[in-house]
């Protein structure tokens, strides 16, 4: 009785450990702060350049507080990727397989360390940027078209999209390793051809990750709110695509010299 419940403890143990390493290290801070600037940034960029006319109407105004959704998104994928990342670069990552051999265990218990603190990246993001685009409309004198249900679907939604980007992070980090290339490709996906390709292909695009996340918040940058798929089949496509993440990352893992 007491073996069949080592594996849970194990389990549990490795969890709390990696939440301690995402509450302590500087990088987790960092990132919630460069996060937090960016989404100021650009939803005032958009706000105070965008035509009244785009900003009076619900549609617009969604696009630019989807800018939260992506950036949170980024971010949260950025945290799971250095997750594992940063271990490989330092070479912490071998003392860790060693203390837990099943080194599918380690890049679960990661993950679902990242995605709880996605959660919270997901949660700022948007808050910020709902709190700056609703001031920068008032600024301009454009009343705001969007009902408090827009915005709890913007809170819930966006937490729940940046925990799985941060699990899809950190199978990505997993997968490729070196740190700067993970970092580099989450942004290129998300900042260059996510956005590319629902500009150009939205019959396509939509089924995205990055626009999956938007179908889940119901707002993003690039795409008409009603191009979005419904955020039950949202939610469905980003669990698939975290799943299929992290199950490449584990089996990478397994497979490859620690060194």
Same mark, same amino acid.
């Given at each position: 009785?007491?073996?069949?419940?080592?594996?849970?403890?194990?389990?549990?143990?490795?969890?709390?450990?990696?939440?301690?390493?995402?509450?302590?290290?500087?990088?987790?801070?960092?990132?919630?702060?460069?996060?937090?600037?960016?989404?100021?940034?650009?939803?005032?960029?958009?706000?105070?350049?965008?035509?009244?006319?785009?900003?009076?109407?619900?549609?617009?105004?969604?696009?630019?507080?989807?800018?939260?959704?992506?950036?949170?998104?980024?971010?949260?994928?950025?945290?799971?990727?250095?997750?594992?990342?940063?271990?490989?670069?330092?070479?912490?990552?071998?003392?860790?397989?060693?203390?837990?051999?099943?080194?599918?265990?380690?890049?679960?218990?990661?993950?679902?360390?990242?995605?709880?603190?996605?959660?919270?990246?997901?949660?700022?993001?948007?808050?910020?940027?709902?709190?700056?685009?609703?001031?920068?409309?008032?600024?301009?004198?454009?009343?705001?078209?969007?009902?408090?249900?827009?915005?709890?679907?913007?809170?819930?939604?966006?937490?729940?999209?940046?925990?799985?980007?941060?699990?899809?992070?950190?199978?990505?980090?997993?997968?490729?390793?070196?740190?700067?290339?993970?970092?580099?490709?989450?942004?290129?996906?998300?900042?260059?051809?996510?956005? $590319?390709?629902?500009?150009? =292909? /939205? !019959?396509? *695009?939509?089924?995205?990750?990055? %626009?999956? &996340?938007? @179908?889940?918040?119901? #707002?993003?940058?690039?795409?008409? $709110?009603?191009?979005?798929? =419904? /955020? !039950?089949? *949202?939610?469905?496509?980003?669990? %698939?695509? &975290?799943? @299929?993440?992290?199950? #490449?990352?584990?089996?990478?893992?397994?497979?490859?010299?620690?060194?």
């Amino acid at each position: 009785l007491l073996g069949a419940h080592r594996p849970g403890a194990r389990m549990r143990a490795l969890l709390r450990a990696e939440l301690s390493k995402q509450r302590t290290t500087r990088t987790s801070r960092e990132l919630l702060l460069w996060m937090a600037g960016l989404v100021l940034l650009v939803v005032l960029v958009h706000v105070f350049s965008l035509p009244v006319s785009t900003l009076s109407s619900r549609d617009g105004q969604l696009r630019v507080i989807g800018w939260g959704t992506s950036v949170g998104a980024l971010f949260a994928s950025l945290l799971g990727a250095m997750s594992v990342t940063s271990e490989i670069r330092h070479g912490t990552i071998g003392a860790t397989f060693l203390a837990t051999p099943k080194r599918a265990r380690v890049i679960t218990a990661k993950a679902t360390a990242s995605a709880l603190a996605g959660v919270v990246f997901g949660l700022l993001a948007e808050a910020l940027a709902s709190g700056t685009g609703a001031a920068g409309l008032a600024a301009r004198g454009i009343q705001s078209a969007l009902r408090a249900g827009d915005y709890a679907q913007l809170l819930a939604g966006g937490a729940v999209a940046a925990a799985l980007w941060a699990a899809i992070g950190t199978g990505v980090g997993a997968l490729i390793r070196n740190q700067a290339g993970a970092i580099v490709g989450l942004c290129v996906w998300l900042l260059l051809v996510e956005t $590319s390709v629902i500009s150009n =292909v /939205p !019959a396509v *695009g939509k089924f995205a990750p990055g %626009a999956s &996340a938007g @179908a889940l918040t119901g #707002a993003f940058q690039t795409q008409s $709110s009603t191009n979005l798929l =419904v /955020p !039950a089949l *949202g939610a469905l496509l980003l669990v %698939a695509y &975290a799943v @299929a993440a992290l199950a #490449a990352g584990s089996i990478a893992t397994v497979r490859r010299d620690v060194s």
